[in-house]
């Protein structure tokens, strides 16, 4: 299968994701930086971040989406005021990503096959 250029390297996304805009903060070693959610899936997300970010790729983090849920993440990719994470798999962040678009969105989130 070929590729092209600008995707050379990426990993095919695992799952289905939606657009969505939501406020959150990320968290990293006791930092707290703004973010906007700006797509979401049961097996991450990217956010647009609104200040100054020290992780690297591979630092743990927490993203907090106001009033709502708190979820450990692991930072896949970076990209100017862009991050990518990837959640935690041995948590129930599954089942927060269901229960957010459950009650923020009309449409359901339905995992990519």
Sequence with gaps: MHQLAGNAGRKPRRALRRQTRAEVT???MG???AGVLRDLSPSGAAIDLMGNFHG?????VKVKCD???TVEAQV???RERRIGVEFDPSSNTAAKVHAYFKFYHRE??????
């Design 56 to 60: 690297i790729v591979g630092s743990q």
């Design 26 to 28: 990320v968290i990293h």
């Design 108 to 113: 359901p989130l339905v995992p990519a096959g």
């Design 76 to 78: 896949r990719w970076l």
């Design 67 to 69: 009033g709502f849920c």
């Design 31 to 33: 930092t707290q930086t």
